[in-house]
């Protein structure tokens, strides 16, 4: 190992946090406890357990911040002081889940854990509705020792893949067939130029038609552009040390742009909002890599046309 890659999974980060700074919602504590049978008094060493483990394989700044236990498709860890998102993000997944249950399918791109899958087949969706995919097959495996329910999802659900790559045999049979994407802190991680290409990627494994979407989140910051970010060279795909954020108006004006070359009309609706105490603020050192302009991007994206 070089001491780069040492230095990177060092657990001396900002982003490597212990659970008792960045507790779960009582939501991922219900799930992890009636769905995964985690007994309650072993919950928070059951997750910081496995959270290490991948920690030794991935050390990203998701995994040391605990990012596997939001449940973001049901805004269960929104923030409670904007009633305006967690009333759209749950009338939202009130929808979804009877698109689902009716027969629709569900792809979770850049699954990690899988945790919003989790949420789903708890709430009632056939575990044969939905799919998860993610470049590292290895995710799945800490999925399933996160919520122990190897006889619930068929592991063929899970599809180690590119998801930029058309050719990619897993998602072939996919394309065309899915009515709710989700890709939470995915599109953030690539280039503005592979952003674009992601979302006609997207375009491309949705059903043809309107009311189809995509949901999701993203690091954002008030100033669109590209950003230096901690421990970017071990997430950013290309290895590169800065991201490109978007804000409110830029990401409503990708999705525009990539309407326009596909012939395609989507209505984006976006929120921004700051981290929790937990991950970030005035309180953090200077050299946090969240400071007042981060924040995280939700969105829901439907297709008109």
């Avoid at 939700?298 to 008109?304: A, D, K």
Wanted: glycine share 8%; net charge negative.
């Amino acid at each position: 190992m070089s001491s780069s890659d040492s230095d990177i999974r060092s657990k001396d980060q900002p982003f490597y946090l212990q659970l008792s700074q960045r507790p779960i919602t009582a939501a991922f504590r219900s799930l992890i406890q009636q769905y995964s049978k985690i007994p309650a008094n072993k919950v928070d060493s059951h997750l910081s357990a496995v959270r290490d483990d991948a920690w030794d394989h991935h050390p990203y700044p998701s995994i040391g911040l605990f990012v596997f236990t939001e449940l973001g498709l049901s805004g269960d860890d929104l923030p409670k002081d904007d009633p305006e998102i967690t009333k759209t993000i749950a009338s939202t997944y009130s929808e979804i889940l009877q698109t689902l249950k009716n027969g629709g399918k569900f792809l979770d791109t850049g699954c990690m854990f899988a945790q919003d899958v989790r949420k789903l087949v708890y709430d009632g969706v056939p575990a044969t509705s939905i799919y998860g995919t993610d470049l590292y097959g290895e995710y799945f495996d800490f999925g399933y020792t996160l919520f122990r329910d190897q006889e619930i999802i068929p592991k063929d659900h899970f599809i180690a893949a590119d998801i930029l790559d058309s050719n990619a045999a897993g998602l072939k049979h996919l394309e065309g067939k899915i009515d709710v994407l989700n890709a939470t802190h995915l599109i953030h991680v690539f280039s503005i130029e592979d952003q674009k290409s992601l979302l006609k990627r997207f375009i491309s494994v949705l059903k043809p038609r309107p009311g189809v979407l995509v949901t999701g989140r993203i690091t954002g910051n008030l100033n669109a552009g590209y950003h230096e970010l901690a421990n970017a060279k071990a997430t950013v795909r290309g290895g590169k040390g800065e991201i490109w954020e978007h804000n409110v108006e830029s990401f409503k004006e990708l999705w525009k742009e990539v309407g326009d070359e596909t012939g395609t009309r989507w209505d984006c609706k976006a929120w921004f909002w700051r981290f929790g105490n937990h991950t970030g603020g005035d309180d953090k050192p200077k050299d946090w890599h969240r400071r007042k302009e981060h924040g995280i991007v939700t969105f829901i994206v439907g297709r008109l046309e």
